[in-house]
């Protein structure tokens, strides 16, 4: 009996194939078609016009790349078996599916709880729905897999994921530096000791890759005026809930409206799976067709908000290494006399914070490099590598936001 293989074209990588059953009931699922209605970049198309794709393409991509790295390995004999690889696949495939709407940027402004959390406790349901088909899968996402390069593929600092985002990022958005050679690097995995690890050849792309996650972080993910528009959407949904902690009944889609009224922890998400259904019906178009009625709210901040970002009239943003404390209340003296607001109005209209760049962490699982000579190094450790020199340095950056 021949197998139904559902083709897809994807516009980085062509067509790519999911012949697992598997894979096809988790995607037809409408918790995971909802992921079509979350962009992936947040507000980044603010900058870049054509940065608008979705987390549901992006875990397809990630995925297809899970499945040639298994096939990589295969090759070179260090052999999964069927039920292992349809695990790996379904962990790629659903490790962004407790992303809320416009991904990061409002990560723990509505549920209050990461997206890998999320992500767990709907694979956990789904599993049930599914009479246990995701339990190998489960065990994958959460590293207690007893492969654990498995875990690796989908979680670590070189990772299928990170592999698909860039590529489709700088694809989308148009930024060549986010370009990376994945193709190179799927073929020098391997394994040892249970480990995933990299053939020394492959040096030189590994670093591309890291050089690459650098400069898209500060290009693109990390530019001013996405962090403005993404400090701006959070400003609004932190002004929607200190009104509906106030009481006020303010409109909103369903989902949203659930969400707005309640202080959630994770504890909440495990006890009553009420508040899961709800966070899976939730996406980036409830968001914005709330605030596109919220530029009329009687709430002067609100609807100030919302008119600045629905007309793209976002804060301007000033990075600096030095301390910004100094001309912050200039600054909101500005807004106090644009805005005509009271004291508690202005934190929403200038403010301060820092962000930082971790293109490489040596505090995490560190990328380790098999050595022609048999020995195994971290990529930090190898001679003149640029990560050991410059890209192990994490780089924080002080910026302000404000109006004029």
């Avoid at 994958?140 to 670590?156: E, R």
Wanted: proline share 2%.
């Amino acid at each position: 009996m021949s197998i139904k293989v559902k083709i897809v074209n994807d516009p980085v990588y062509g067509f790519i194939r999911f012949p697992e059953p598997e894979l096809m009931r988790v995607i037809d699922h409408p918790w995971f078609q909802r992921l079509r209605n979350i962009k992936q970049m947040g507000l980044a198309h603010l900058v870049y016009p054509g940065g608008e794709h979705t987390r549901f393409a992006h875990s397809l991509g990630t995925c297809h790349l899970m499945g040639k790295a298994l096939d990589e390995l295969k090759a070179k004999d260090i052999i999964p078996d069927k039920d292992e690889c349809v695990a790996a696949r379904l962990a790629a495939l659903l490790h962004d599916i407790g992303h809320g709407p416009f991904s990061h940027s409002l990560e723990y402004v509505l549920a209050g709880v990461s997206h890998e959390t999320l992500s767990r406790l709907i694979m956990k349901r789904l599993d049930i729905e599914f009479g246990g088909m995701l339990q190998k899968a489960i065990q994958v996402f959460d590293h207690s897999y007893p492969s654990k390069y498995l875990h690796q593929l989908v979680s670590s600092q070189l990772d299928v994921d990170r592999m698909d985002y860039l590529n489709r990022d700088s694809f989308y958005t148009g930024v060549s530096e986010g370009v990376i050679g994945y193709d190179r690097i799927l073929q020098m995995l391997t394994v040892r000791d249970n480990e995933l690890m990299v053939e020394e050849k492959g040096v030189y792309s590994v670093e591309k890759f890291i050089i690459a996650r650098r400069l898209m972080y500060w290009q693109v993910y990390l530019h001013k005026t996405v962090l403005g528009a993404e400090m701006l959407l959070i400003n609004i949904f932190m002004r929607a809930k200190e009104l509906a902690q106030k009481g006020d009944d303010l409109f909103a889609a369903p989902a949203l409206k659930y969400f707005l009224y309640k202080d959630l922890t994770e504890q909440d998400f495990i006890i009553n799976p009420e508040h899961l259904d709800n966070f899976c019906s939730l996406d980036d178009n409830d968001v914005m067709v709330s605030i596109k009625v919220w530029q009329t709210h009687e709430d002067k901040i609100l609807s100030n908000l919302c008119k600045m970002l629905i007309l793209r009239k976002l804060y301007k943003v000033l990075f600096s290494s030095e301390s910004l404390a100094s001309i912050l209340e200039g600054k909101r003296e500005t807004a106090r006399s644009l805005l005509s607001l009271e004291e508690e109005g202005l934190k929403y209209f200038a403010f301060t914070g820092v962000t930082t760049n971790s293109t490489y962490n040596n505090d995490e699982e560190l990328i380790k490099i098999e050595m022609k000579n048999g020995t195994v190094r971290n990529i930090t450790e190898i001679d003149d590598s640029l990560v050991n020199q410059t890209l192990a340095k994490s780089v924080h950056k002080n910026y302000i936001c404000y109006i004029q």
